[in-house]
């Protein structure tokens, strides 16, 4: 049995409380079985925590590959915390985009520093290895994984994941090209407007006819307006995609710590109208802590 499961879905910070307590709080963590015991682990989020647990009761040794997103906090900051992670024996693989002058395992080392964590990640006693990963066709335990660079501060992958016969695209933070409709009236700017759509119908192509699409949808259109290049989507852009790229089930991701429960449900609700108006019957759902997704 293959399956996607949640253990984290909030971005930015964790939001604990009862008002986000049916989507849940912890940011980005998502685990990607992929038959037997095996699984992928997708962002290290505070959600891994709670896998980590998980991973402690059935007591086995463990062997992932981890695929960061991208290095901001609420996709790393779980891992001083994943217990599995201290345990000798186990062994994990951090697959992630790396900046131009720190390595991958830099970054993740540094969030640990002494100054702001007592335990450096060298001293944790499984076995670390960290493989930069690029735009491109990877294999990893015989999975066919492709990654492309999103449209978010700094170095960010989305990753597209071949299980048996099914398709999974993780992007987790990723924001709409722009598309500067008067630079089509002015030839000078004709260039850069072909390039912008491009950009869009790229992210179409990378997700055409996939079985679960896991996409940040983190604002509503009206919030999108005042926080342009902050690296999110408003949720109608998210299901154009999906609808563009003939997508089979939907899942929105990354929300925002200002968004309870109720308002959570009203971007689903809302989502679901664009995509059934448009004659579509894609199903989408909200990202929610401990959903399970069959693949098989
Ligand atoms: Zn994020
Ligand atoms: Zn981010």
């Known amino acids: 049995m293959a399956y996607v499961k949640f253990w984290g879905v909030r971005g930015s910070i964790p939001t604990p409380g009862p008002s986000t307590s049916r989507y849940g709080g912890n940011t980005p963590c998502v685990e990607l079985n992929y038959g037997g015991d095996n699984f992928f682990i997708l962002d290290a989020g505070s959600g891994i925590r709670e896998l980590g647990?998980?991973?402690?009761?059935?007591?086995?040794?463990?062997?992932?590959?981890?695929?960061?997103?991208?290095?901001h906090w609420d996709h790393i900051q779980g891992i001083p915390f994943f217990v599995p992670a201290y345990i000798p024996g186990n062994q994990f693989i951090f697959h992630g985009a790396q900046e131009?002058?720190?390595?991958?395992?830099?970054?993740?080392?540094?969030?640990?520093?002494?100054?702001?964590?007592?335990?450096?990640?060298?001293e944790m006693s499984s076995k670390f290895e960290f493989e930069p990963m690029y735009e491109g066709e990877y294999k990893f335990e015989g999975i066919k994984v492709e990654a492309m660079y999103l449209n978010?501060?700094?170095y960010a992958l989305g990753y597209k994941f071949y299980i048996k016969d099914k398709k999974v695209v993780y992007i987790s933070d990723n924001e709409p090209?722009?598309?500067h409709p008067e630079a089509t009236q002015d030839s000078d700017n004709l260039e850069q407007t072909v390039f912008?759509?491009?950009?869009?119908?790229?992210?179409?192509?990378?997700?055409?006819?996939?079985?679960?699409?896991?996409?940040?949808?983190?604002?509503?259109p009206d919030e999108y307006k005042t926080k342009i290049q902050w690296g999110h989507s408003?949720?109608?852009?998210?299901?154009?995609?999906?609808?563009?790229?003939?997508?089979?089930?939907l899942i929105l991701f990354h929300h925002d710590p200002l968004h309870d429960d109720e308002f959570v449900d009203s971007i689903v609700e809302a989502a679901k109208k664009i995509s059934w108006q448009a004659g579509?019957?894609?199903?989408?759902?909200?990202?929610?802590?401990?959903?399970?997704?069959?693949l098989d």
């Open 53 to 71: 647990q998980h991973l402690m009761k059935l007591g086995k040794p463990v062997k992932s590959h981890i695929f960061i997103s991208h290095m």
């Open 100 to 122: 131009a002058d720190l390595s991958l395992e830099d970054i993740l080392a540094d969030q640990m520093n002494p100054v702001n964590f007592p335990v450096q990640i060298t």
């Open 196 to 220: 912008v759509e491009d950009s869009n119908q790229r992210l179409i192509n990378f997700t055409k006819d996939v079985d679960v699409l896991i996409h940040d949808a983190q604002y509503t």
């Open 280 to 294: 579509s019957n894609m199903r989408i759902m909200g990202a929610e802590e401990g959903m399970e997704i069959p």
């Open 177 to 179: 090209y722009p598309v």
């Open 234 to 249: 408003p949720y109608d852009y998210t299901v154009k995609v999906a609808l563009g790229a003939k997508v089979k089930t």
């Open 152 to 154: 978010h501060p700094g």
